[in-house]
């Protein structure tokens, strides 16, 4: 009798593991089916300023900083470098005194302020897709007999543009405070 038991023993295990593996198989593919697939989507910022200005060779006037964004409101800063430069490239070794060598108008926009002591000048207020500031420089020129023979007066203007919103993002990047939706001291 003994041996009778043992023999259907064996392939009662057998079957009872099949079915655990056959239920855990089961139930697996039931709740991979049923769960709802999560995709985190990142795309790369898109916030990038163009300076606009008018050059007639000799007087650079209305110099504005558009964002050229598609999407995003941004705020804009810039700086500019003044030099004497001939056809090359060449930069004279002395810099070009404002006042003395060249005259310099900013803009009468109150919102241009030079915020901090980087050099930057900030734009108070984020500026919209597609939308410029108002004037950085109004006119910037030579005075006549001013400049060294061979070299004329080149003025370049250097401009960032940051995402308005978070502003943390402004503060932690630039250094500066933002106080509702306005760039502050």
Not at 70 to 86: C, F, L
């Amino acid at each position: 009798m003994k041996k009778i038991i043992t023999s259907y023993k064996t392939p009662f295990i057998i079957a009872l593991v099949t079915i655990l593996v056959i239920s855990v198989g089961v139930t697996f593919a039931f709740m991979t089916d049923l769960t709802d697939q999560i995709v985190n989507r990142f795309f790369p910022g898109d916030i990038s300023a163009e300076v606009v200005e008018e050059f007639d060779g000799e007087i650079k006037e209305h110099v504005v900083i558009k964002n050229t964004s598609e999407k995003v409101d941004a705020y804009i800063r810039a700086y500019y470098v003044v030099t004497w430069k001939d056809d090359n490239g060449n930069v004279y070794p002395a810099a070009p005194v404002q006042g003395t060598d060249y005259t310099l108008r900013f803009g009468s926009n109150t919102n241009w302020d030079l915020t901090t002591s980087d050099g930057y000048y900030y734009y108070a207020l984020p500026i919209a897709p597609g939308k410029s500031t108002p004037d950085f420089i109004r006119e910037c020129k030579p005075v006549a007999g001013r400049t060294p023979a061979g070299y004329h007066l080149e003025v370049e203007i250097i401009a960032d543009a940051i995402q308005a919103v978070p502003t943390s993002a402004v503060k932690e990047a630039w250094g500066v405070k933002v106080s509702g939706n306005r760039i502050s001291k």
